[in-house]
């Protein structure tokens, strides 16, 4: 059973910080992963979709890298701001799945930038 | 091009009752994904559909059910409502398989 974590649960940086944050997942039958951010109360706003064959995906600020014979993705802002603050969410789509898209989320990492 | 909308944005039940939420995809979308998402479990799949049959489900009880019309618009009906079903329930469309996917601002559920 695929199973997603996100650590940490929460991180506090100060503006202008450049900040990774981490998951990772147990199963590397993937078809691909891809990062999400969360505004409180909010729906999920899609940032970045790494395909399995790919190593890694870029916008803007926002870097993620997938290497996924060890289960693990990272997302890399770049001078973080104040308006990025928010809870991440990382999910992957497992194979063998017969077309199914189901994501399975890991429960997100809360940041908090401050001015 | 529209997002993902869905409706209502809150809806309050008391226990017993039943509740249909809705789901409009983006326009050419055919697949459409329910999500529950509450603090302690976080985000748990509910069902998935394409071109109006159900390609996938999640492990909730059959009090839970959705369907899928020719428009690809999704609805999903929750009977017998629990104080547990409390939740943001959460919609996401693709085109197609393994595309990204995009999601809906989400129904928040309150059962009293």
């Known amino acids: 059973k695929q199973e997603v974590t996100q650590i940490p649960a929460a991180l506090s940086v100060p503006e202008g910080e450049n900040l990774v944050l981490n998951c990772s997942f147990t199963?590397?039958?993937?078809?691909?992963l891809q990062w999400f951010r969360q505004d409180p109360g909010k729906g999920l706003t899609s940032l970045l979709l790494?395909?399995?064959?790919?190593r890694e995906q870029t916008s803007g600020r926002l870097n993620a890298s997938l290497d996924k014979s060890s289960g693990r993705s990272t997302l890399y802002i770049a001078a973080s701001q104040p308006g990025d603050s928010a809870t991440y969410l990382c999910a992957v789509s497992p194979l063998n799945q017969g077309g199914s898209e189901k994501l399975v989320f890991g429960k997100g990492t809360k940041l908090t930038v401050n001015p | 091009k529209a997002g993902v909308t869905q409706t209502p944005r809150y809806l309050i039940k008391t226990r017993g009752q039943q509740v249909t939420l809705s789901c409009s995809p983006i326009s050419g979308h055919r697949s459409v994904s329910w999500y529950q998402q509450t603090p302690g479990q976080g985000l748990q799949f509910l069902f998935e559909?394409?071109?109006?049959?159900?390609?996938n489900k999640g492990n909730f009880p059959g009090r839970f059910s959705g369907r899928q019309f020719s428009n690809s618009r999704s609805e999903m009906n929750v009977s017998t409502l629990e104080l547990g079903d409390s939740a943001l329930y959460l919609c996401?469309?693709?085109?197609?398989?393994?595309?990204?996917?995009?999601f809906g601002p989400g129904t928040r559920l309150t059962v009293l």
């Open positions: 559909y394409f071109s109006e049959t159900q390609r």
């Open positions: 790494i395909q399995s064959s790919q």
């Open positions: 996401a469309s693709s085109p197609g398989p393994y595309n990204e996917q995009f």
């Open positions: 199963d590397s039958a993937i078809y691909n």
